[in-house]
């Protein structure tokens, strides 16, 4: 078997005239956790349909479990979860008969009351879907994405309307499914500390190409790099941002010692390489566009 779960290789994707994927290229191991960041607009919802055969590409070269999703088969895509917005058609099904049901198409569905506690919507296993709340709703989409013990999980926004807690326990699912060992997850977000957490390695989409791809680490030492230590010295508020912050407050010390107070070191987070990421991508394409 392959170790890789998935790879996309030069993905193209236009919608009529308006080209929103030129070049994206990335690929996941078995087993790894994903998350994929953008904008509003950069393409991740189109991505992800592509990869779960959706939607048909314009161009360039992707394997989904073996298999190119355009010509995946029900064998193929019964090996995907799939969490997809909103079981709305089924309305009066009540939230275990449905999970029952879902199940019973796979060949190795979970548990439905293990299920169930796990995405907490035990109390509720009795309840009809029309009566969940929203929040509810969407753990109970996560659940029916994952019912068949999928190879390849996708999830698109799966924590948007959570409250904190339904948050919290989505997490430890997440991190409970990657640990277990061979389930690829492929996540998006707009919540940076979600990807953080989660994401063995981030993907970020901007301007239809991959523009960056590693750990929150790596990207943040590669893309910023900086760290910003304030201070107070004879009454002045000083900021700096230096390469390396533990070198800089060394020296400061060394020359100041006690006269230093106030001291705060802060190394670039994963929204500022975002942000700054994007803000590169926006000015390039001004200056291509010029
Ligand atoms: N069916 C469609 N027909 C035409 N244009 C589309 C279609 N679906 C998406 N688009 C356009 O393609 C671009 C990418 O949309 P997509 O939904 O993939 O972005 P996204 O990164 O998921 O955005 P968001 O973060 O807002 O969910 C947008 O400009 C959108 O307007």
Do not use: C
């Amino acid at each position: 078997m392959s170790d890789t779960a998935l790879e996309a290789d030069g993905l193209r994707m236009s919608y009529g005239a308006t080209e929103v994927l030129r070049e994206v290229t990335f690929q996941a191991r078995r087993g790894e956790v994903l998350t994929l960041l953008g904008p509003n607009g950069a393409g991740k919802t189109t991505t992800i349909e592509i990869l779960e055969g959706f939607r048909t590409r314009s161009g360039g070269r992707v394997q989904v479990l073996g298999a190119d999703p355009a010509r995946g088969d029900e064998r193929w895509r019964a090996r995907l979860g799939i969490v997809l917005q909103s079981w709305r058609d089924h309305a009066k099904w009540r939230v275990r008969e449905l999970l029952a049901h879902q199940g019973s198409y796979y060949e190795r569905p979970w548990d439905i009351d293990e299920l169930m506690a796990a995405v907490g919507l035990t109390e509720h296993a009795g309840k009809q879907v029309r009566r969940l709340s929203g929040g509810q709703r969407r753990r109970l989409d996560v659940a029916i994405g994952i019912v068949g013990r999928p190879e390849l999980l996708f999830l698109d926004e799966p924590t948007a309307g959570f409250d904190p807690q339904a948050r919290r326990d989505f997490h430890d699912l997440v991190l409970a499914l990657a640990a277990a060992g061979d389930t690829t997850i492929l996540l998006t977000t707009h919540d940076l500390a979600e990807a953080e957490k989660l994401a063995d390695r981030i993907l970020i989409l901007d301007g239809g190409a991959i523009v960056a791809d590693g750990t929150a680490e790596e990207l943040a030492r590669r893309f910023v790099g900086e760290d910003e230590v304030r201070w107070t010295l004879d009454g002045q508020r000083h900021v700096k941002s230096v390469q390396d912050g533990t070198r800089f407050v060394f020296d400061l010390f060394t020359r100041h010692g006690g006269a230093v107070s106030g001291l705060e070191v802060r190394s670039s987070s994963l929204e500022d390489t975002y942000l700054s990421l994007v803000r590169r991508a926006e000015s390039e394409r001004e200056g291509a566009s010029r």
